[in-house]
């Protein structure tokens, strides 16, 4: 009973410290991976994408990606602990944006393609994204 009390001591104390650095800052960064699948234009559903969210985040600042609008609907820039809204809220079918940005799916590859031709272009091949 004593050895499993210290044990326990012990164990507690190596513990908190690192639950006391571990996401403990307010900030939720998102789960690990993600399905990416347009829900308001869904009339012709795109396939899902499949996005190593983890994996960009150990790479890249969150303002790579995401961004937020200003009143008159502009580009926002991304500030830490902005909240962050779906994609498709803003790049739909009836947003009125240009062709490249007016879809969920023109956005995602005009931003996820582009950073792929530049840093691997063995990444813009569908089936990377688009299992099968």
């Known amino acids: 009973m004593k ?11 190596c513990c908190f410290p690192s639950s006391m650095s571990m996401g403990n800052t307010g900030e939720d960064k998102g789960p690990p991976d993600l399905v990416l699948q347009s829900t308001i234009d869904a009339a012709k559903p795109e396939k899902p994408a499949y ?33 962050i809204e779906k994609c498709e809220s803003c790049h739909n079918s009836k947003a009125e944006m240009p062709e490249k940005l007016a879809s969920f799916k023109n956005a995602a590859h005009t931003l996820c393609q582009g950073c792929h031709r530049k840093n ?4 813009v091949k569908c089936v990377v994204c688009h299992k099968k």
Do not use: M, W
Not at 3 to 13: D, P
Not at 53 to 77: F, M
């Open 3 to 13: 050895k499993a009390l210290i044990y326990g001591v012990f164990v507690a104390f």
């Open 51 to 83: 996005f190593p969210h983890g994996a960009h985040q150990a790479r890249l600042e969150c303002k790579t990606c995401h961004h937020g609008k200003t009143a008159e609907g502009k580009r926002l820039s991304y500030t830490e602990g902005q909240k």
């Open 120 to 123: 691997n272009p063995d990444l």
